[in-house]
């Protein structure tokens, strides 16, 4: 095979076509180089600019790439040169006042003895609980901070009986699916210590739930349903409103459960007649425990073993 290419390029070397027209090949070669380096520099060039461009398109509401992160439709939302939020005058603020106790340390220690004292709850008792107590918790997760004060958050109250059983129906049917299909095997064997299945009588037990939807857009003030107004970190707004709800409900006496049935939201978005830009992030039974209620014994993290200090 060597040789044969060594013939080859004598054989090319010595023809007198080669030798003839060399000096119009050697200009063809060089600007054939030229043209490919040019090329190769736009394509690098518009490929820099997609990069940075393209993830606003595809990644939104707090996407991430190539280190990047972009907030909210960026190609497809029309610039309005109004802010969503309305100017409002700036006013003094002094800080937190409203403690348990008169020493920040104490105040700090109390509010921990009772965020520690929740616990998941999934037997409830038939015990009454006055519907106030529960909208006045709502009424404290709706202070929970969001992006560019869009409060993206809406917060559905079911006590009805009969609404309370469609809403077991529907979930209990799409659990069993998941149970029996569509969740991993490990998954399944780690929820066993929980001692939870498809099966979900809390549903009906408890005096209400709470289903936390997050609006993934909005509409502007003046009512036009056309106009949408684009709600930044929605989720993470909406997932801290959850949590201070979590915490109202306990500093109330009332006990919850954190669940989130999956592949459940679009029917009980559509149960519930929710509009298209809400989606359902979590659901809370809430009420009190039954008398022959446990939970695991479970010990949470040491604070070394979830602080970092610098």
């Known amino acids: 095979m060597a040789s044969y290419l060594e013939d080859l390029v004598d054989y090319f070397l010595s023809s007198s076509a080669l030798v003839t027209y060399w000096n119009y090949i050697f200009p063809v070669l060089v600007g054939l180089y030229l043209a490919i380096s040019l090329y190769d520099k736009h394509r690098y060039g518009r490929n820099k600019k997609l990069r940075i461009t393209e993830p606003a398109a595809t990644e939104k509401n ?24 309305e ?24 509010f921990y003895a009772i965020a520690n004292n929740r616990r998941s709850v999934r037997k409830f008792s038939s015990r009454p609980v006055d519907v106030a107590i529960v909208e006045r918790c709502i009424r404290a997760a709706g202070t929970a901070p ?10 559905c109250l079911v006590s009805d009986p009969s609404i309370k059983a469609s809403v077991r129906e529907i979930i209990e049917a799409e659990e069993f699916v998941n149970y029996t299909q569509r969740m991993a095997k490990q998954w399944v064997t780690d929820l066993r210590p929980i001692r939870t299945n498809h099966v979900k009588e809390y ?13 993934t857009y909005g509409y502007k003030v003046d009512g036009d349903a056309t106009a949408k107004k684009q709600h930044y ?42 509009p298209p ?34």
């Open 62 to 85: 707090g996407s991430k790439l190539d280190g990047i992160e972009y907030v909210g439709d960026l190609e497809h939302a029309d610039y309005d040169p109004l802010p969503a939020l």
């Open 87 to 110: 100017e409002k005058p700036h006013v003094p603020y002094a800080g937190a006042t409203v403690t348990l106790a008169q020493d920040p340390l104490e105040a700090a220690e109390r």
């Open 146 to 155: 969001s992006g560019a004060h869009t409060e993206p958050w809406t917060f």
């Open 203 to 215: 549903l009906t037990e408890a005096p209400h739930l709470v289903l936390v939807f997050k609006q």
């Open 233 to 274: 970190y929605n989720e993470i707004s909406t997932s801290i409103a959850t949590g201070m709800l979590l915490c109202a409900f306990q500093c109330a006496g009332l006990s919850s459960l954190v669940t989130t049935p999956l592949n459940c939201g679009p029917a009980l978005r559509t149960l519930l007649e929710r």
């Open 277 to 310: 830009n809400e989606k359902l992030l979590v659901l809370l039974p809430v009420g009190y425990p039954a008398d022959d209620c446990t939970v695991p014994d479970l010990q949470r993290k040491p604070l070394e073993d979830i602080l970092v200090r610098y």
